[in-house]
């Protein structure tokens, strides 16, 4: 099964994955923006997200054979590689499994470590979604604002409604697969893990997902990482400071 893709511009290859409940399209602003700095750029939706398949597994060494299925069918090396969030913990794993295909790795504010689970009212919120009553978006969203109260956090998670049907609203994540197997998404990376090539970490300045304690289990699995921090932004970073990342992002691969 293959992974659904929207590749944008030509030359090196450049693949960018999402974060949990999250899907390509909320990279394509930032994927225009550097197909046309010369790279051809491969906005994935990973297994249970956006348009890409739904399966009963779960859990990063599927997620990273799934990425290594979609590097084979079109085949490419020598790729940088962008990850946010869950995103980041599969490009980390991709990166030190086979590090021969993987020139540079950027990870967007998330660390190598454990992290306890933390999207159980986003989830319930979800959940609560009774398409046979909701009919459109608005009346989604004041449903989801029971349990989210971010107006910025439920914009980003109905980005997957879709119409299923002529009046029939649907979400493009495989939402039951995704809660039953939300554990899954917090698991560190493996105690041997290692990668030796060029590595950026970015964290967002008002996020907590990158401590100053998690920089030393960053430099024990990725020696050579830099880790530099986006102004005015959350976890979201490259929705919140766009220009900023994406300066970063440039430097770095240039």
């Known amino acids: 099964m293959e992974l659904y893709s ?5 030359g090196r290859p450049f693949i960018i994955l ?37 399966d009963e597994a779960f859990n990063y060494e599927v997620l ?32 030190t499994e086979y590090p021969e295909l993987v020139s540079k790795l950027m990870v967007a504010d998330i660390s190598p470590r454990f992290y306890p689970v933390h999207h159980d009212r986003i989830l319930e ?27 910025g956090t439920r914009q980003f998670l109905l980005k997957n409604l ?8 649907g979400l493009r994540m495989n939402l039951p697969v995704l809660k039953a197997q939300v554990e899954e998404v917090g698991e560190a990376l493996p105690m041997h893990a290692k990668f030796d ?11 907590e997902y990158i401590s100053l304690e998690d920089e030393s289990i960053i430099q024990r699995h990725f020696p050579k990482a830099k ?7 959350g976890h979201w970073l490259h929705a919140e400071n766009p220009e900023e990342f994406y300066n970063y992002v440039i430097d770095f691969i240039k």
Request: charged share 25%.
């Open 18 to 54: 999402h974060g949990f409940l999250g899907m390509s399209d909320n990279w394509k602003t930032l994927g225009k923006a550097f197909g046309e700095q010369g790279f051809e750029v491969h906005l994935l939706d990973q297994r249970n997200h956006g348009r890409s398949f739904h």
């Open 125 to 151: 919120g979800l959940s609560s979604l009774d398409f046979s009553e909701l009919g459109s978006r608005g009346e989604a969203d004041d449903q989801l604002a029971k349990y989210v109260s971010d107006f």
């Open 162 to 169: 879709y119409w299923v049907e002529k009046g029939r609203l």
């Open 64 to 95: 990273v054979a799934d990425l290594k299925h979609y590097c084979e069918i079109n085949n490419l090396r020598d790729i940088i590689l962008l990850g946010h969030s869950m995103g980041g913990k599969t490009a980390m794993l991709f990166a």
């Open 227 to 233: 880790i530099e921090t986006v102004s005015n932004a």
């Open 6 to 10: 929207n590749v944008i511009g030509e």
């Open 197 to 207: 090539g060029d590595t950026l970490f970015l964290r967002g300045d008002k996020s």
